[in-house]
């Protein structure tokens, strides 16, 4: 069903000049992370860059891009061409994998591509439509639904989800220089270093061990931080 994870950077929209190096460096980065996946394929589109599952489980992907600096948030989504009956039918195939027991839904869509014919509402209540028909004892709250549909019409197609995952956000690590860290063992030192690494520092960390006063426990603490 999901096809395509979509890559969302936060922070980094507030960047103009040199906005260019910021993403080269998180795309970097993401596709280091994600290596040993061999049949990932990737597709950047400015301030948006999609991740081409071709088969692989998104639920091996999820848990990595959690933990890179830099991406602020991400979804799973299905793609499909900017037609309306197609996005139609992709809505109720996305929708049928939701668990709808006791749920309440909404549809909502961002019309990116100016060029399609119907407007946002529009496209909002004619996939709202077809879902009510199509799906047996579906029920709506425009204020506050259990699941919110999103349908995402881009001039590179389509594009629904209905789950947003949180990254670290912040700027990616290493794209403003590196910083020697001292751990000492506690939680303020590395604090610091989390911190450091999401405003785009590149850390590396130093402990300084003193046997026999100090514990091979206290030593592999920090190795474990």
Do not use: W
Not at 27 to 42: C, F, G, V
Not at 84 to 106: F, G, H, M, R
């Amino acid at each position: 069903m999901y096809d395509h994870i979509l890559i969302r950077y936060g922070e980094l929209s507030l960047k103009k000049s040199n906005r260019n190096q910021f993403i080269k460096t998180i795309t970097t980065h993401i596709k280091n992370a994600l290596k040993k996946y061999e049949q990932l394929s990737y597709e950047s589109r400015g301030m948006r860059f999609y991740i081409i599952l071709n088969g692989e489980n998104p639920d091996n992907i999820i848990p990595v891009l959690k933990n890179i600096p830099g991406l602020y948030s991400f979804s799973l989504v299905a793609r499909c061409e900017s037609v309306l009956d197609e996005i139609k039918s992709l809505a109720v195939k996305v929708l049928k994998e939701e668990d709808l027991e006791n749920k309440t839904i909404k549809v909502e869509t961002n019309r990116a591509n100016k060029s399609f014919t119907l407007s946002s509402l529009e496209i909002s209540k004619e996939v709202s439509r077809e879902l009510f028909r199509t799906i047996p004892n579906l029920k709506a709250n425009v204020h506050n639904p259990d699941i919110l549909v999103n349908i995402d019409v881009r001039d590179e197609g389509t594009f629904i989800f209905t789950k947003i995952y949180y990254g670290m956000g912040g700027l990616p690590s290493g794209s403003l220089g590196r910083a020697m860290l001292m751990i000492s063992g506690g939680i303020d030192s590395i604090v610091s270093g989390i911190e450091a690494i999401k405003k785009g520092m590149d850390v590396e960390a130093i402990h300084y061990a003193s046997p026999p006063y100090t514990s091979d426990m206290a030593l592999q603490k920090v190795v474990d931080l």
